[in-house]
């Protein structure tokens, strides 16, 4: 840690820690952009920084880190690219997994998995089968995911198992959001969304009900401890203007 970070650290309430903090990582194609590389220079880059964010917040005590690698919308963009992205969780885990391992990081995926390509399947299944028993933070990455379509998959479920009855009474909110992807895990408390963008994209519509919002104008392949620290710190200050009142 650099001495600028080190300052902010030193800030941040370490009783205070968001437990669970989701990412929207935007930017990668415009990062490449702006310095005239081809955009897959950037998604290369942007796993760079998949690797040092799950480092940095594995040790800032974050329980829950969840980062939307892979929308429903994205299937939108040219064959090439879909291509290389899709070629990216089997080298995540090639050359993460031992880290993975020792910083003790379960995996896990949201998302439509089923409609993905075999060996991007097998690439997750296999590095979720591997962490299952890691007992530190939960990494959850969210691959063919849109929220909307969760939530319409959650309902047809819901009127599945009614009508089996295996359902019965009334739904409330606990029992919805134990038919959603992420059914076990508590809602994020600390959205962050990098790239300038201001908006929720149809991730996690239900589970960011409650949850500070954090955006900063970083591209995600420049998105350092740094940064994380600045909205670690802003979502603690947010949280105390709370408590006052
Ligand atoms: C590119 C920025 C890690 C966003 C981050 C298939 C776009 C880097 C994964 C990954 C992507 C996913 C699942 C998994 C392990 C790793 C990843 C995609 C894109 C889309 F189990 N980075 N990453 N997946 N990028």
Known sequence: MNEREQ?????????????????IMDGNGRWAAEKGLPRHEGHRQGVETVRSTVR??????????????????NWQRPVREVNYLMSLPEKYFQTELPELMRNNVRVRLIGDSKRLPRKVQKAVNDGAEKTKNNTGMVLNFALNYGSRAEILMAVNKMIEDAASGRLKGKINENIFSSYLYTAGLPDPDLLIR??????????????LAY???????????DFSMFHLLVAVDGYQQRKRRFGKI
């Open 7 to 23: 300052e902010l650290k030193n800030k941040i309430d370490p009783e205070n820690i968001p437990h669970h903090v989701a990412i």
């Open 56 to 73: 940095n917040s594995s040790d800032l005590g974050i329980g829950i880190l969840t980062l939307f690698a892979f929308s429903t919308e």
């Open 194 to 207: 990098t790239s300038g963008e201001q908006r929720i994209s149809n991730f996690l519509l239900w589970q």
């Open 211 to 221: 949850s500070e919002l954090w955006f900063t104008d970083v591209y995600w392949p």
